[in-house]
């Protein structure tokens, strides 16, 4: 510490732009969701606001896509997890000449893309109905079940993948000792095999749910009448995204940093407890004098995840209580002057520009383009016309009234008239 | 002791594709008796138990526990209960869950069961020990919790697969006292298995001394030490001079030997070979390095072996002399120590001799590797 040496502070600073690289996006991304511009940004910041919270909560499509993902999530992790486990015993029991091959053909559908996977999942589950002699509305063609399906089929090798490694370290005695001990197979397989897999169950568990969540590419071609967050998302994304897009990002953030402080707060005081045990005496554990470590105790994840705990309270009260309607107000009055300054300004621009026209009096020209707003993407990129109320795109041609139309902060994205201007305008967003 | 239950292997065969695991095994293993198979690592030793406890189909011939035929009964339906090289503890389950685990695949209460560990935490002297795992007990511990993890399932044989290897060198010794002891106590029969002769000459009613598939010879401790039947078996068990050469004459159960390096000497022919073997076979002599000793000067005869002193070392109980006769023969003499003076032999020439009683002859074979 003392001796600050090139290197290392070159590390340092390395680490620095690594997490911003990493963690940057979502910091920014979640700020959004407190400010009140209708499109998310952070700067400038206008007012805390905890609307798109409840603009989220009242949008129908995201929570029944929420639902939608949560119930594929949980088809997705029953079947995955248990192709997974089935797959990685049989590594294990397989003639291990066969066990390369065989692994290779396990692993191959994390290896093809997930959009191939969706075609097919749709294309063979329809033949199957249709040699069923099936309807159009039949199980099969569920957008339910076929999402699950088609996620489950290169899901189940993540899962394998998380499986095979703990099973690698399994001692195949334990299970011959169970069945010497009279057990059968399944009695062994369900108090033996089944408790020592189970953490990597779960993370498998985790890991399956988490992919299907996030999953869109195969999703796209089976959702049928059942879209998934991630669709629903994509969907919205096409016709402008709102803050309420990053208030749900920020309760997932939120959702996930909590979780993995809870799992290594619960690690690390399942370690601290093994080791008091063991340097307890046999005369403190009969006596059941042993005094446990305390939550708190050395356990920074615990701390932390009180930390995260106590803020989200805090912020969730605040939010009940606070009203952002004065500063919005506040605002939009401050907008509205500096709109009618730029008006006059204009009308002053307009006004001297006609004086010179006047004077030259030859050409006519027709263009009197007082900004030379003339690409796809209107006044986006123009800091004045940050302006308030998102009435919206109406009639922003640049040749006639420019300050008084576009004020929605999209310009005239959305107009069609203004597609001749510039290509491609609307993927900026 | 009580009667117990045997355990017969009739002509077994354990082929593994074109390798004999084990060959023609044929043994009568009595009830109540603790059995041993010795031999070095690989010679098939865990297979046989691995048969007997289930594990393993023979390829040909019979197991037979109480003098039924286990053909096609698994292993959880066999009176069995086997203690694994590695012990094979549940590492999730506390100690006594371990212990009780076969009345919990029976379905007996929690309350039942935790009064029996408590019974068999006594019995191997770790009370109170209960919930503890076993990853927090020590080696020899574990190694007992095992043993009353397998007497709680109450088999009528117990099989022990190099169940000490991983144990200190003391600890070892110990278990060895307490593993005999607890198999009296019981009085179920013992079948053990080792590549250690220490431990089944200690432990065992009987052995079987087996090499590469093939059991060489069963006999009680004694006779296999002093009465081997085979070159491997003499090699094996203890330390033991060999002297090569072929027979001469034979004279009732005594045999003259013409020794490849040392002369003519004299000795007796191993019981199990006795009117088997003529003049003029290759033949093989054993003589123990505590059986020898030193004679005096000039002695003469045909139990008289002379050479000359490499080193000497003295081990605390025994004072060892290592000798190089002629052509190159390795010999090697224990001494007791029973508080006599030495003296330095190295570099001399000493004469030795032994009680024909003493050496045994069995015909020639392959010796156990050093």
Known sequence: ?429 | MSAGVGVDLENLWIRFGDFVAVRDANVHIKGGDFFSFLGPSGCGKTTILRAVSGFLDPSEGRVLIGGNDMKGIGPNKRPTALIFQNLALFPLMKVWENITFSMEIKGASARERRKRADELLDMIALPGQGDKLPSELSGGQRQRVAIARALCAEPDVLLLDEPLSALDLKLRQHMRTELREIQQRVGITFIYITHDQGEALTMSDSIAVMKAGVIDQIADGKTIYNDPSTAFAASFVGENNVFRGRIKQIMGNEALIETNRSGTLLARISTANQGRMKAGDEAMMFIRPEALALAGEGAAGSNIVSARVNHEEFEGNVFNIFMEGDGGKELKVSIPNVGQSFDDHTGQNITLQYATENAVVVPAGELAAE
């Open chain 1, 1 to 429: 510490m003392k001796n600050l040496s090139f290197t290392r502070i070159s590390i340092w600073i390395y680490l620095a732009v690594f997490f911003a690289y990493l963690l940057g996006p979502l910091i920014i991304m979640s700020a959004t969701a407190f400010n009140s511009p209708s499109f998310p940004r952070m700067t400038p910041w206008e007012c805390l606001t905890f609307e798109w919270f409840s603009a989220l909560f009242q949008d129908e499509r995201i929570l029944n896509g929420i639902w939608n993902s949560i119930l594929v999530g949980a088809g997705t992790v029953v079947l995955s997890v248990a192709m997974g486990l089935a797959g990685a015993l049989m590594l294990t029991q397989i003639w291990p000449k066969l066990r390369a091959t065989y692994y290779t053909i396990i692993i191959a559908p994390i290896l093809i893309p997930g959009v191939v996977i969706g075609i097919s999942t749709l294309v063979f589950w329809d033949r199957i109905n249709r040699m069923l002699g099936l309807g159009a509305d039949s199980f099969l063609s569920n957008g339910l079940f076929l999402t699950v399906i088609g996620q489950s089929t290169f899901i189940a090798s993540y899962c394998m993948l998380v499986l095979v490694a703990r099973l690698q370290r399994y001692d195949v005695a334990l299970t011959e000792a169970a069945l010497d001990l009279g057990a059968t197979h399944a009695q062994a397989f369900r108090k033996v095999l089944l408790p020592f897999m189970r953490p990597a169950i779960a993370s498998a568990a985790v890991l399956a749910f988490l992919a299907s969540f996030e999953n869109y590419n195969t999703t796209t071609f089976t959702f049928g009448e059942y879209p998934t967050l991630t669709i629903e998302l994509a969907q919205k994304v096409r016709y402008g995204i709102t803050p309420a897009i990053s208030a749900l990002a920020f309760i997932i953030v939120v959702l996930t940093v909590f979780a993995a402080l809870a799992n290594e707060a619960s690690i690390r005081r399942k370690e601290l407890v093994a080791m008091a045990r063991k340097k307890a005496t046999v005369e403190e554990l009969e006596s059941g004098k042993l005094r446990l470590p305390g939550f708190l105790s050395s356990n920074s994840a615990a701390v932390a995840l009180v930390v995260v705990a106590c803020a989200t309270v805090a912020v969730a009260g605040t939010a009940a209580v606070y009203s952002p309607q004065q500063c919005i107000a506040e605002v939009q009055e401050q907008k509205r002057l500096e709109t009618e300054q730029r008006i006059q300004e204009l009308r002053r621009q307009r006004e001297l520009r006609r004086q010179e026209q006047q004077q030259q009096q030859g050409e006519t020209a027709p263009q009197a383009q007082p900004s030379g707003n003339n690409s796809g993407f209107g006044g986006v990129f123009n800091p004045g016309n940050l302006s308030g109320d998102s009435s919206s795109g109406e009639d922003a041609s640049p040749t006639e009234e420019p300050p008084a139309g576009n004020n929605s902060g999209f310009g005239g994205v959305f107009n069609p008239g203004n597609l001749s201007g510039g290509d491609g305008g609307g993927s900026d967003n």
